[in-house]
């Protein structure tokens, strides 16, 4: 990963250092890779801790791993503000990292049990982004197997043409669905699925209807990713490795003696001890060969420094297998190679109690945005509009997410996500609007550079440390994958912020030392923006 973009800040503050601390053990700042500041109102200080472990804390039992210093107030706080400017991070050593993320099923609504993936995925490209990285955004999408099988035999024996659907992605849902319960408990209806998928996959058959079915879904897709405000570089599928495509690859694993067939004629690899299966007996394809087949073709397409699966804890196992395969045949590409773990939402329903596709809780939270809009005496009423009230809806079910620790499952609760008071997304939108509406309405210019010898308040001193965390939190986030460590982040300045917001005046004061109180607030916003921005919410003006 990009060496620590903070480590700028870290050389200018220590620069100015008044006082040094553990200086006996100090090697290069570099290697310190976490930066704790705490804000001394009476001794008119900042000091700066510095550690090169993940718990952040200055701990004397450990001081070969941490090193500190103090800087004078006045020239911690022009350093600081004079630093934030709303420009991109350059890299010197930009990575090429593939994130492969999202990834739903054709002829299916967008299932909530995609949404973790999507929410995070786009998180960590858009960090990636942030430090000036090459991303690939990648939305595998699940158009082969067995259940395409049962598709097509619902269709067939219900005799509906996809060119007759009203509401073609409802339709070839139910008629799924159908199919599937059949298949439960009649075995031709599965043995006929799996014909169909054989053929298929075998070219034996015409794929215009599975062409249709493609199209249909992406259109439908688009129109969830578009209210997410989540962008694709390429949609890849699964069956461009189906049995016909990869055909050489399985020729090479065998010929490594790294699959072989079993009595039954089943295609098994050996995977720590265990057998797994790769191949079918009549040689179709699972998910398994698929996804070995993907991964050495993205190695070869991309050259990728980092390919990064953001799929749910339930895979771990099969990236696994995955990974230990490919590794056999080509150790490079498995260098990169990365399952992203997530846990489960728990709860996630509509009013009616059903399990629910993303539209409809978009739709949900829209309109309860809506109802809690007209309720607030804060509310202008220029602002209670459908794409405020989207975004807000979708900034609610986002936050919410990711200040979930990323591997643990959580239970969704409407309340806690639609707040608008304490530690919610609501919340923070509504300071970014504030404080955009301070800006423009204060009646002074925001100043070039900052003069900080009239900034004495001690809430100042609070915003300004954590202004100085930004990029700590942001390198931390990236290494870990980790969401939440931005939006806790978010919620600590948020504090600090609307404590500033109650005790210090822009109106009505001296010029000068109004135009430098609303400096503190610009830098403030502006942090708020790009967080929002990294964490994949839209940062609105008007609420």
């Known amino acids: 990963m990009n060496k620590r973009m903070s480590t700028k800040l870290k050389h200018i503050l220590m620069d100015q250092?008044?006082?040094?601390?553990?200086?006996?053990?100090?090697?290069?700042?570099?290697?310190?890779?976490?930066?704790?500041?705490?804000?001394?109102?009476?001794?008119?200080?900042?000091?700066?801790?510095?550690?090169?472990?993940?718990?952040?804390?200055?701990?004397?039992?450990?001081?070969?791993?941490?090193?500190?210093?103090?800087?004078?107030?006045?020239?911690?706080?022009?350093?600081?503000?004079?630093?934030?400017?709303?420009?991109?991070?350059?890299?010197?050593?930009?990575?090429?990292?593939?994130?492969?993320?999202?990834?739903?099923?054709?002829?299916?609504?967008?299932?909530?049990?995609?949404?973790?993936?999507?929410?995070?995925?786009?998180?960590?490209?858009?960090?990636?982004?942030?430090?000036?990285?090459?991303?690939?955004?990648?939305?595998?999408?699940?158009?082969?197997?067995?259940?395409?099988?049962?598709?097509?035999?619902?269709?067939?024996?219900?005799?509906?043409?996809?060119?007759?659907?009203?509401?073609?992605?409802?339709?070839?849902?139910?008629?799924?669905?159908?199919?599937?319960?059949?298949?439960?408990?009649?075995?031709?209806?599965?043995?006929?699925?799996?014909?169909?998928?054989?053929?298929?996959?075998?070219?034996?058959?015409?794929?215009?209807?599975?062409?249709?079915?493609?199209?249909?879904?992406?259109?439908?897709?688009?129109?969830?990713?578009?209210?997410?405000?989540?962008?694709?570089?390429?949609?890849?599928?699964?069956?461009?490795?189906?049995?016909?495509?990869?055909?050489?690859?399985?020729?090479?694993?065998?010929?490594?003696?790294?699959?072989?067939?079993?009595?039954?004629?089943?295609?098994?690899?050996?995977?720590?001890?265990?057998?797994?299966?790769?191949?079918?007996?009549?040689?179709?394809?699972?998910?398994?060969?698929?996804?070995?087949?993907?991964?050495?073709?993205?190695?070869?397409?991309?050259?990728?420094?980092?390919?990064?699966?953001?799929?749910?804890?339930?895979?771990?196992?099969?990236?696994?297998?995955?990974?230990?395969?490919?590794?056999?045949?080509?150790?490079?590409?498995?260098?990169?190679?990365?399952h992203i773990k997530f846990g489960r939402i728990k709860g996630m329903s509509t009013r009616s109690g059903n399990v629910v596709f993303l539209n409809n809780i978009l739709d949900e939270a829209k309109e309860k945005m809506y109802e809690q809009q007209k309720k607030s005496k804060n509310t202008r009423r220029s602002s209670i509009n459908e794409e405020t009230c989207d975004i807000l809806g979708s900034t609610a079910v986002v936050i919410n997410d990711l200040k979930q620790r990323r591997q643990k499952d959580y239970v969704f609760q409407w309340d806690k996500a639609l707040q608008s008071e304490g530690d919610s997304g609501i919340k923070l939108q509504y300071l970014h609007c504030r404080l955009w509406s301070l800006e423009n309405n204060s009646g002074v210019a925001i100043p070039a550079a900052a003069e900080p010898d009239g900034l004495n308040e001690e809430v100042i001193g609070d915003v300004v440390a954590e202004l100085a965390r930004f990029d700590d939190a942001l390198n931390r986030a990236v290494s870990e994958n980790e969401a939440c460590i931005i939006v806790n982040y978010l919620f600590k300045l948020a504090r600090h912020v609307n404590r500033m917001c109650n005790e210090v005046k822009v109106k009505n004061v001296e010029n000068d030392l109004g135009t430098q109180r609303l400096l503190v607030f610009h830098c403030a916003r502006l942090t708020i923006k790009k967080a929002l921005e990294i964490l994949g919410v839209k940062p609105l003006f008007e609420m």
């Not at 200055?58 to 941490?66: D, G, H, I, T, V």
């Not at 992605?169 to 599937?180: F, G, M, P, R, S």
């Not at 699972?286 to 073709?297: F, I, Q, T």
């Open 17 to 338: 250092a008044t006082t040094k601390i553990s200086t006996k053990n100090f090697k290069n700042i570099n290697n310190y890779e976490n930066m704790h500041i705490s804000y001394k109102h009476k001794q008119n200080v900042f000091t700066v801790d510095l550690s090169n472990n993940d718990s952040q804390s200055f701990n004397a039992k450990n001081e070969s791993e941490q090193f500190g210093f103090e800087v004078e107030r006045r020239t911690f706080l022009k350093t600081v503000l004079d630093n934030i400017k709303e420009k991109p991070l350059l890299n010197c050593k930009p990575k090429k990292i593939v994130i492969d993320f999202s990834s739903p099923n054709i002829a299916k609504p967008f299932h909530v049990g995609h949404l973790r993936s999507t929410i995070i995925g786009n998180f960590i490209a858009n960090i990636n982004e942030y430090f000036s990285n090459d991303v690939v955004r990648l939305n595998y999408l699940g158009d082969w197997g067995t259940q395409f099988g049962l598709l097509q035999y619902g269709l067939e024996s219900q005799n509906i043409a996809i060119s007759d659907m009203d509401n073609p992605i409802k339709t070839l849902y139910e008629v799924y669905v159908q199919a599937n319960k059949l298949s439960a408990s009649d075995e031709n209806v599965q043995n006929k699925a799996k014909e169909y998928f054989s053929a298929i996959e075998q070219g034996k058959t015409n794929l215009a209807n599975w062409r249709k079915i493609r199209e249909i879904t992406v259109k439908e897709l688009d129109k969830v990713y578009h209210r997410l405000g989540i962008k694709f570089d390429e949609y890849h599928w699964e069956s461009e490795y189906n049995g016909h495509a990869i055909k050489d690859t399985i020729t090479n694993l065998e010929n490594q003696g790294i699959i072989s067939a079993d009595v039954s004629g089943i295609k098994v690899a050996k995977v720590k001890d265990k057998s797994v299966t790769f191949l079918k007996s009549d040689n179709s394809t699972l998910y398994l060969s698929r996804d070995v087949a993907a991964l050495l073709d993205r190695y070869k397409r991309y050259r990728f420094d980092k390919m990064l699966y953001v799929v749910d804890n339930a895979q771990t196992d099969h990236f696994a297998a995955v990974f230990d395969i490919v590794e056999r045949l080509d150790r490079d590409c498995t260098r990169g190679c990365e």
